[in-house]
């Protein structure tokens, strides 16, 4: 054995050494300071009986830490995963009160509550330890690492040449916020890397147009698999199944998945070894974990979205401290929601019930466990890693997405930055980071807190339906809601929407995604035209178009049907615009921005789209939207900061667009993440990256320029 192992070893050894020293003179203090925790009998043991049970103790814990708690997760990866965070504290301590037994003197004892606040400090302070210890020890830090993904070094195959690439989706993340947030320093890792220059590990900032359906299932299923084609909003009602579809239930996750390889003819992204991590979507690749599109086979040992926590779970000292930061955020969350009651601060939405523990398991849960997955995926050498952090999205629903909670979430993302970057330099290979979103938030007050009812109720009133009194609250659609649900095993199809609304149902079914809404008439088997709806409910369309709620409505016209397209966009005072002269008048549309009239056009091609599609009024002077759902923080729709997303990438990577091009549509960012995938192989054939075209004569259309990376 050389001097440098020899050197690691004995290192290593005192490492050992001074965290049991200080987890055994941790476990005297508790026993002096808990008055149900005892290290010595009756017979009033002697100072040196006591430090001998004491270190015998912590000696005796720590290899149950060691050996025995990866196996009890690894057992219990078919409780819930949100059980499980729950239950660390309590397997610790069991683990402490067996310590104890096996003590040959049998001197120590302790209350059942009394050894899970002694487990969980003693795991905390080994844990501070032993990472201070391995601060200045690059092999001990790496080893770390190792340990938190559940990998061991050797194990994994050889690395390809050429740099990995790791993709982190910061959610609902509008360019404008991540830009204000690195300037005044929230976020001085990206900061730090958009001043960089032109020097290594700089960075460009650029933004990218959202699609009409500025929401999460639209982006990354066009990001991960080059298609959002038929995906009108965040739910909606297909008339041909008879279902309703929600990006992040499970099982629609699935079959939006199913249609775009298929659409495509290619697999993803990420079919060329490839990691998915925390996603709605695979991408096609291997590695999978907390991914909601294979949570619908969750039984399946090889695809089990759960089993992206035992890498991390099975590290005792993990597991303790991100229960404890699980708690201490349900803590913050309800002193923040206290605190905005008490000081009335508006627009405000409802944040009581399960949300607390919501919020806690996006910001907290899902990030550590995401970011272990990552890191370990770069330390096995992976070439794309694509993970969804969502905690920014979810706090910013309720808090809005300006508000002080948020942007202390940005803070924490940073620093989950800081650690990815940290990771990469005890990669086997370079790893380029490119951090994107998938849409912006837009605030304001929700369409029910400015007009004292629903657009369901709105509905029912153009309809001469009775409305009801109390206005019904519309479902929230936080994308980390049935992530919660998924992850505690729970059926995702249970409440919320109507799965299978009947169609002999005459009335309307109303839809909301953000500031979105979707009505239609379920006992019509096809999209009901302008002139149907006028027949049936002569005054709906009028009232909708001139309620000063509404921006416009999108409806099928059978007077233009001899147009290139056969919509109308509708507004106030009578305004009526077809589809092919929005160039020339846009009318309704003049608010939102260049661009709308094409999302517009191309949304309205949809085999699904809603028999009325209705989009909130916009306030262009601070881009204030009107939610149909509970949410001061929204998207979904056209309006404001939720469309304008942002790609942040290397300035190593060719530039995302040629110099006074606009980045427009997921799909145009799925084509240049593939080049830039390309890149890393070495010097590349400039790609073109204007819109496809598919061969009809495939099997499955395939994009020109875009060679599928692996067979289905």
Known sequence: MNAGRWRRVASQIGRSVTVWAVSTVTMLVLAGLLPDFQLQSANEDSATQIAVTAAFGAGAFGLLSALVWPLLVRLLLLVPALVLGLLVFFLNGALLLVALRVNPAAHGAAGPETAVVVAAVMSAVASATGGALAVRDDDAYRRRLYRLADRRRGTAPPCPSGHGTVFIQLDGVGHDVLRTAAGKGAMPTVARWLGAGTAPGSHRLTHWRTDWSSQTGASQLGILHGSNHDVPAFRWYEKDTREVMVCNRPSSAAELQRRAVEHTGDGGLLTLDGASRGNLFSGGADQQALVLSIAVRRR??????????????????????TALSFGAEVAREIGQSVRARARKVRPRVSRGGLYPFVRAFATVVERDVVVAAVIGDMLAG?????????????????????????????????????????????????????????????????????????????????????????AQRTHSGAEARNTVRAAMGRPVEEGGEQHRPSRRRSEPLVLASGNLGLISFPDVGHRMSREEIDARHPALLTTLANHPGVGFLLVRSEAHADDEYDGLVLGARGAEIPLDRLGEDPGPLAPFGPGAADAVRRTHAFPHTADIMVNSSLDPADGEVLAFEEQIGSHGGLGGAQSKAFLLSPTALTAPVAEGSELVGAEHVHRVLRRWLRESDGPQIPLDDSPPEAHEDAPFAMPDGVVQDKSA
């Open 300 to 321: 399946s040992r090889e695809t089990r979205s759960r089993a992206g926590y035992f890498a991390y779970f099975s590290d005792p000292a993990n597991a303790v401290r």
């Open 382 to 470: 992976r070439t794309a890693v694509y993970a969804d952090l969502v905690a920014y999205d979810e706090v910013a629903h309720h808090s809005g997405p300006h508000s002080r909670d948020a942007e202390k979430v940005l803070a924490r993302l940073d620093r989950s930055l800081a650690l990815i970057e940290k990771a990469a330099e005890h990669a086997p290979r370079p790893y380029r980071i490119v951090v994107l979103s998938d849409h912006g938030q837009s605030p304001g007050e929700t369409f029910h807190a400015r007009y004292g009812l629903t657009l369901a109720d709105l509905v029912r009133a153009g309809c001469g339906l009775p409305v009801p009194r109390k």
